[in-house]
C-alpha cells in the first residue's frame, strides 16, 4: 500500500521569504499523480499544484513550486515571497492511475506566516 | 461555476442518534468521494462514486457508515447509531472522471460532525 509522510507538523516563515514543505512516499508503482492541498482555517481544500509522476519537469504555479525527485519518492513545496493568506495547512497527496481514484494524504503541515 | 457544496456545515448530535449528511457536487462531475478527517487519523478515504457503476466502498470504517447517489449527483452519507469517534469533519470532493489525466478533486467545505 501507498504511503505518504509529511516529516514538519508545522513550519514557519517571515513574510515575502521562502519556505520549503517537505513531502516523501512510498510506491512500487512507476506511473501516478502527485498533489499538494492548502486547508485554510474555512476547511475548504484547495489545489495548490500538481505533478505527473511521468514527467521530468517540476511543475510551478505563481509562486508556488515543486521538486519532484522520483528516484527518492520525494516530493517538496517551495512557496517564494510569501503572503500572510499562506498561512494554512498543506497536504501532500498521492493517487494511483489503475486505483479507484481516491487520494492518499500525508497529514499535513502546518504554515505560520510572521508579518 | 458553484463549487461543491455539503451541508450542514456543522451538525451535534447524541450519541447513538442517526445522521445525514449531503453533497451536492459540481455540475457536470461523475466522480464522487468522501473522506473523513479526524485529528488522530488524519485524512481518510471512504467511499466513491463514479457514473452509474457500484460504489467502492473500501474505506468505510463499519457498516454504520452508508452512502447513495442519486442521479448521479448529489449523494448522502448516513451514519447510524452515531459513536463518539465519528465526531470528525466529513469532506466531499468530486472530479471530472478519475481515468482522464491528474483528474483533479474539487473539495466542499465538510461538514463538522460532533457527537456527544
Known amino acids: 500500500a501507498q504511503t505518504v509522510t509529511q516529516s514538519q507538523p508545522e513550519m514557519s516563515v517571515q513574510e515575502a521569504e521562502t519556505v520549503t514543505l517537505s513531502c516523501t512516499y512510498d510506491?512500487?508503482?512507476?506511473?501516478?499523480?502527485l498533489f499538494w492541498y492548502k486547508q485554510p482555517p474555512s476547511r475548504q481544500m484547495i489545489l495548490v499544484i500538481r505533478?505527473?509522476?511521468?514527467?521530468?519537469q517540476n511543475a510551478t504555479e505563481n509562486r508556488f513550486s515543486v521538486n519532484f525527485q522520483k528516484a527518492a519518492k520525494s516530493f517538496s513545496l517551495k512557496i517564494s515571497d510569501s503572503q500572510l493568506g499562506d498561512a494554512a495547512m498543506y497536504f501532500c497527496?498521492?493517487?494511483?492511475?489503475?486505483?479507484?481514484?481516491?487520494?492518499?494524504f500525508g497529514k499535513g503541515t502546518k504554515l505560520s506566516v510572521k508579518p | 461555476g458553484a463549487g461543491v457544496s455539503q451541508s450542514p456545515s456543522n451538525k451535534v448530535t447524541e450519541k447513538g442518534k442517526d445522521v445525514e449528511l449531503r453533497c451536492d457536487p459540481i455540475?457536470?462531475?461523475?466522480?464522487l468521494y468522501w473522506y473523513r478527517q479526524s485529528l488522530g487519523q488524519g485524512l481518510e478515504f471512504l467511499i466513491y462514486?463514479?457514473?452509474?457503476?457500484?460504489?467502492?466502498k473500501s474505506g468505510l470504517p463499519s457498516d454504520r457508515f452508508s452512502a447513495e447517489r442519486t442521479g448521479g449527483s448529489v449523494s448522502t452519507l448516513t451514519i447510524q447509531r452515531t459513536q463518539q469517534e465519528d465526531s470528525a469533519v466529513y469532506l466531499c470532493?468530486?472530479?471530472?472522471?478519475?481515468?482522464?489525466?491528474?483528474?483533479?478533486?474539487?473539495f466542499g467545505p465538510g461538514t463538522r460532525l460532533t457527537v456527544l
Open positions: 470532493a468530486s472530479s471530472l472522471a478519475y481515468r482522464v489525466g491528474p483528474d483533479t478533486q474539487y
Open positions: 510506491t512500487s508503482e512507476s506511473d501516478y499523480y
Open positions: 505533478q505527473e509522476a511521468y514527467k521530468q
Open positions: 497527496a498521492y493517487r494511483s492511475l489503475g486505483s479507484q481514484g481516491n487520494l492518499i
Open positions: 455540475s457536470g462531475h461523475t466522480a
Open positions: 462514486f463514479q457514473g452509474n457503476s457500484a460504489p467502492d
